[in-house]
């Protein structure tokens, strides 16, 4: 019996999706594990426990949260901003954490509370929005309409909670921020397939200066070359508010696509990770439109590139001493991918397998080969054809 009871929890854990399994520990009140064992597909449960050493388990817990903390501190998402420039997009460097099996929490979109929205005239003409139509001042026999359908996927996309460490906050930054959110979620719901899309719930702790933000990194034993990062155990970005709000702005919104991406789909590729929170840095808002520019003044570095080493980089290799060729490449690359049908297509397709198997590894190659016509080598000719032929198009969502 005991065996079989055994059996049967095995059989339960290797049915189950990576994320899954995680959220099974955490509903069984065992979010501990979640951080400690190997979520990956063929790692068996009851092993991984008996290793633990559960006898002794509270120590066990404190050397492996230490290990964690020190990899973490290797691994976090990070943006290297030196110095502060107004020509900060040519010089900064953003780092990606090193993707765990792992998703940050998230909602379905379909189960979040949603804020009632009403819209309806008053006796003298005027039109009023609000969550509770009032009933004393609207006009007879006119009717009250509910918004609520129309706003909701907007309101309820990206939920921001905002932290000011020694100082009061800034409103403007901080509206500022959640309409950036707002804004990568917009963008990205047009190539995550609907049945990953999720609420994200992220946490920015927002620093009144860059000196303030130095002070705690060095605190935390950071690296002194970020500028921002996202930490994906606390879901939380630690974020300086820079001299320029344009800077601050954009910075935001690379480590906000990173942590969206890893809440959505989980890990994916380094250069397609960075290559869109590149993307994302190049947006600016034009009324309730989001739009991406090139940067066509660096794409002439890029002659005759190869998309193939490039999308076969390793993790390592890609910070290596070529990351800030690898990340003028992943940009370009991206945009080029969005900048036609194909390329969109074979980026939602993407983004669909990695929903579809999480922390499953496959070559760029077999990626290409499955979801773009010609495979890979025709997205590098084609890409190379685009650079030399120079009609970049601006991309308006």
């Not at 099996?101 to 929005?129: A, M």
């Not at 993790?315 to 969109?344: E, I, K, P, T, W």
Request: negative net charge; aromatic residues 12%; contains cysteine.
């Amino acid at each position: 019996m005991l065996f079989a009871f055994l059996l049967s929890i095995e059989v339960v854990w290797f049915s189950c999706e990576p994320f899954q399994r995680q959220q099974l520990l955490e509903a069984l009140g065992r979010d501990d594990l979640a951080r400690i064992i190997q979520l990956d597909p063929y790692f068996p449960l009851l092993p991984q426990i008996y290793q633990l050493r559960l006898e002794d388990h509270e120590k066990a817990l404190e050397e492996i949260e230490q290990e964690r903390e020190l990899f973490e501190k290797d691994a976090e998402a990070a943006t290297s901003i030196k110095t502060e420039t107004l020509d900060w997009q040519a010089t900064g460097q953003h780092y990606a954490a090193r993707m765990l099996c792992r998703k940050p929490k998230t909602q379905n979109l379909d189960n979040v509370s949603k804020q009632k929205i009403y819209r309806w005239v008053d006796e003298d003409g005027h039109t009023h929005f609000g969550e509770k139509p009032s009933l004393s001042n609207q006009a007879p026999n006119n009717e009250v309409e509910d918004l609520t359908k129309q706003y909701a996927a907007l309101e309820q996309a990206v939920q921001l909670s905002m932290e000011y460490p020694n100082w009061a906050g800034d409103s403007f930054i901080e509206s500022e921020l959640k309409k950036q959110g707002k804004m990568v979620h917009k963008v990205l719901s047009h190539y995550v397939p609907k049945e990953y899309q999720r609420q994200i719930n992220l946490k920015i702790i927002l620093f009144k200066n860059v000196q303030e933000f130095e002070d705690y990194r060095d605190e935390q034993k950071g690296n002194a070359q970020w500028g921002a990062y996202y930490s994906s155990a606390s879901n939380s970005i630690f974020l300086p508010r820079y001299s320029s709000v344009e800077q601050t702005m954009a910075v935001a919104r690379h480590e906000m696509t990173h942590a969206m991406l890893a809440g959505m789909i989980g890990p994916v590729p380094v250069w397609l990770n960075e290559g869109l929170a590149e993307y994302m840095e190049s947006f600016s808002w034009q009324m309730n439109t989001a739009i991406a520019q090139p940067r066509v003044e660096q794409y002439g570095r890029l002659k005759n590139t190869s998309m193939t080493k490039l999308a076969n980089t390793e993790h390592q290799d890609f910070y290596g001493s070529n990351q800030q060729m690898n990340y003028l490449q992943a940009a370009a690359s991206m945009y080029f991918l969005l900048d036609h049908q194909a390329g969109r297509q074979w980026l939602k397709r993407s983004l669909a397998f990695y929903g579809q198997n999480p922390c499953r590894k496959v070559s760029s190659d077999q990626l290409f080969a499955q979801a773009y016509p010609g495979g890979i080598e025709s997205a590098g000719r084609n890409f190379n054809a685009w650079l030399d032929k120079g009609k970049f198009s601006t991309h308006r969502y």
